[in-house]
């Protein structure tokens, strides 16, 4: 039990450090993904202050603030980390690396990892040192994710993998990736897959980017031609990549459902006034849009409570496992709801794609963008089937 | 503050459900409403809130009561929708008990907390009359008359108007409707001259009433609060009832929904439990998503209207708008998966249905609160 004056203290010290330590540049919200900093052998810094923010967020530990620090993070307990998270908030700091090691690989290791695999990865992922790509969904598996077919084959003290990932989010600028791969064809197919980790630079791995309806993207396709692996490169149990999968899962689901907020998104009605303009008693000049922003204000509120409960039952171990897969759905369903009503307040002028004027047309590639939000890392409708079937235990689901 | 019970409130909850859920299950109101029971809900169970200290949970201790906060009377409201329990919880211990609380003088607060604690007095607060729950436009008039003041007016959705001991009455001492100042709060004797009390038997069968007033006399002593400035109290008092009428429906959603998923379960058609039809599944999973979401956004109102009831404004517009189209849609899908039998009265599922009809329009619906975010929010 911590004494509620040394939190007071730390609070204190952490808002003075903040202060300090947080350049101007980086409180204001990120307005496109050159503002994101993602680390990696090859990283470039957008700016001076993000370099200076992010090295003395690492010198810190705060790039994972939570994580034990001899694995270079912050060693913050829950009440600690949630009040730094508070504090940045409250001066509108970015969050200082962006990681798919950090989101996804990170909790993963740290359940399943041996101590030489921790010991290797965690610190260069807290320190920006190596950048993550995740090697999950293949052509033929989607939302069936168990039947992937990328296999893994002993030969000696390694494996040798063929076969091609797709959707992988920025596969051509990792330096390494997790991936899963079928290291047990005659088993059922969940208890033939493995989780391994590999080099991207290894001798067969190829990246092709994928253009989409929002225009270019990070996605890509992964190709692996005999790719030779050490056996020692599997997180967990060979055949048994099924459980740190669904573990990693769960991490990218709750990460996807916060992504609206994420944003650092102006508030609807705002961003609405600027275009639509207001009558003379301040009120939109669109009495149905005004409605269904108000809604939308309703809704995004209450799922910021729920967001913030299940943080809190976490931490009262009284969360269940699936309950992600919910907050996944809604807070995806919610986004693009989000991104409707800014298309329509922004009418013609969010039309445009490739003004300066519209800066490339990013109103409207950020709306169509969003609606991967509820395919990627499960659709909405294989949330709803683990919500049916986990939490609510229907039949047959 | 952590956004889940504590242990404390977590014991008391249990203890809520075990006695409503034991003394008041459905059956319990089923028999009041088939009796036309003349006062609407059990005195017997009544007593027994007041035994529990439910009656005197928000009434401080110096007067009797547990000193408890709102997260604990929305713990048990929410036992109360569970079970569609007939009772004065809410007109008396939460409403009529806060504004006492937090508007009464001393001698005020003497006369009345201590039977409120007791569970020998019921008391009703009167707000709306028109259609639409719209304190801001409060007609009924109070107009100076010697020492005191004459009202004259019609109120509406009076819940236990036609049982109060007391009635808290909501009238304009100046200015006009959709003015925010010029409103006072009265404590009216029901038995007064001029006060007409007609119990209206709603859709729910749950108690209110329509009451008139004809130039009924009341002295200085009788105003609650500040003269001309009772809207910042009432807007505070109606603020707790919300974030509680909000727990109530939470009760209502999740109880319906436990109902519903049941049936699921247990119904066969085409040889196999409904429950098995991915149509089915994939709405009963967005109503549990639905109803979780809700449950987080009434305890935030709960706690915020306990930490400062008239900054939790905007905490508890959004539970109360969430309540609004969450409940509707639990108690539709109830009924439409219950099918045939989701239609009859022997079945408690259409009960729900009707009194979250009720509970939509107590106080505010989903689109009033939506439209107050809208104005706090300047759009």
């Known amino acids: 039990m911590t004494d509620t004056s040394d939190l007071e203290q730390f609070r204190a010290e952490t808002r003075a450090w903040l202060e300090a330590n947080c350049p101007t540049e980086m409180r204001k919200p990120m307005q496109g993904d050159e503002d994101n900093f993602w680390g990696g052998r090859n990283a470039t810094f957008a700016s001076d202050a993000q370099k200076v923010w992010f090295e003395r967020m690492r010198d810190k530990g705060w790039t994972v603030p939570d994580w ?17 998270r508070e504090e940045m908030a409250a001066i509108g700091a970015r969050s200082p690396l962006s990681s798919f090691g950090i989101w996804m690989l990170g909790p993963a290791l740290l359940k399943y990892g041996n101590e030489a695999q921790k010991a290797e990865h965690l610190p260069k992922i807290a320190r920006g ?44 600028y990792a330096d390494w990736i997790f991936c899963l791969v079928r290291t047990d064809a005659s088993a059922k197919k969940h208890d033939g897959i493995s989780f391994i980790l590999f080099d991207m630079t290894s001798k067969g791995v190829t990246t092709k980017p994928i253009l989409l309806i929002s225009g270019k993207s990070p996605f890509c396709e992964t190709f692996f031609d005999n790719v030779r692996v050490p056996q020692s490169h ?69 799922l910021a409570c729920a967001a913030e409960r299940a943080v809190d ?46 800066h490339d047309g990013a109103r409207a590639r950020a709306w169509l963008r969003t609606k991967a939000n509820s395919i990627e890392g499960g659709t909405s409708e294989v949330m709803l089937g683990i919500v049916a079937k986990r939490i609510l235990d229907l039949p047959g689901a | 503050m952590a956004l889940v019970l504590t242990e404390e409130q977590t014991m008391l909850r249990d203890s809520a459900r075990g006695l409503i859920g034991d003394k008041a299950p459905v059956a319990h109101f089923r028999k009041l409403r088939d009796e036309r029971d003349a006062t609407g809900f ?84 009167a707000v709306d009359e028109g259609a639409k729950h719209r304190p801001s436009r409060i007609a009924m008039t109070a107009t100076r008359a010697g020492n005191g003041f004459k009202l004259k007016g019609d109120k509406a959705l009076v819940v236990d108007g036609h049982v109060a001991d007391l009635l808290i009455v909501a009238a304009r001492s100046s200015g006009k409707p959709g003015d925010a100042d010029g409103l006072t709060l009265f ?56 974030a509680a009428v909000a727990a109530e429906m939470l009760g209502v959603a999740d109880e319906a929904f436990g109902r519903t998923v049941s049936y699921l379960k247990e119904r066969k058609q085409f040889g196999r439990l409904i429950g098995e039809f991915q149509a089915l599944q994939h ?11 809700l449950r987080a956004a009434v305890l935030k109102a709960l706690q915020a209207v306990d930490a400062d009831a008239t900054e939790a404004r905007v905490a508890v517009a959004v539970a109360k708008a969430k309540a609004g189209t969450v409940t509707t849609l639990a108690v539709q899908e109830g009924v439409q998966m219950h099918g045939g039998m989701g239609m009859t009265d022997q079945f408690d599922i259409g009960l729900f249905m009707k009194r979250a009809r009720v509970l939509q ?16 929010k300047k759009y």
Not at chain 1, 131 to 154: H, K
Not at chain 1, 260 to 272: C, E, I, Y
Not at chain 2, 222 to 236: F, H, N, P, S, W
Not at chain 2, 283 to 293: D, G, N, V
């Open chain 2, 42 to 125: 059990s005195r017997e169970l009544w007593n027994s809130f007041a035994e529990m200290g439910f009656a005197g949970l928000l009434v401080p201790e110096a007067f009797g009561g547990s000193g408890l906060g709102c997260v604990e009377a929305g713990v048990v409201m929410e036992e109360i929708g569970r079970n569609l329990t007939p009772s004065p919880f809410l007109a008396t211990a939460v409403l009529a008990a806060s504004a006492l609380a937090r508007g009464g003088s001393d001698a005020q607060k003497k006369q009345y907390l201590p039977k409120i604690a007791d569970g020998s007095l019921i008391a009703a607060l």
């Open chain 1, 129 to 172: 040192e190596i950048r993550w790509c995740q090697g999950y969904s293949e052509p033929n598996a989607g939302s069936d994710l168990a039947s992937l077919q990328t296999r893994a084959v002993p030969d000696g003290d390694d494996f040798i993998i063929n076969g091609s990932k797709i959707w992988t989010s920025y596969a051509n």
């Open chain 1, 234 to 302: 599997v997180v967990g149990t060979i055949n048994r990549g099924w459980d740190v999968a669904k573990y990693l899962l769960q991490h990218e689901r709750a990460m996807i459902s916060g992504m609206g907020g994420r944003d650092g998104g102006r508030p609807l009605g705002q961003v609405a006034a600027l275009s639509l303009g207001t009558d003379d008693q301040g009120k939109l000049d669109d009495p149905v849009l005004r409605g269904q922003i108000a809604t939308f204000d309703v809704d995004e509120a209450a």
């Open chain 1, 313 to 358: 039952l976490a931490k009262a171990g009284q969360l269940h496992p699936a309950f992600s897969s919910a907050m996944k759905y809604y807070g995806t369903e919610l986004n693009k709801r989000r991104h409707e009503i800014l298309m329509s307040a922004g009418g013609i002028d969010a039309l445009e794609w490739e003004s300066e004027r519209s």
């Open chain 2, 361 to 376: 329009e107590l106080l505010g619906d989903a689109n009033y609160h939506a439209e107050m975010l809208a104005e706090w």
């Open chain 2, 283 to 293: 709405r009963a999973a967005h109503l549990y998503t639905e109803i979780e979401i």
């Open chain 2, 187 to 242: 404590l009216v004797d029901p038995k007064a001259k001029g006060v007409a009390i007609e119990r209206t038997v709603m859709v729910d069968a749950h108690n209110a009433a329509r009451i008139s007033f004809d130039d009924v006399e009341v002295n200085a002593d009788q105003v609650l609060g500040e003269v001309d400035r009772g809207g910042a109290l009432l807007e505070a008092v109606l603020n707790v009832g919300r």
């Open chain 1, 68 to 84: 034990p620090t001899q694995y270079g993070g912050g060693g913050l307990d829950g009440a600690r980390h949630k009040i730094l």
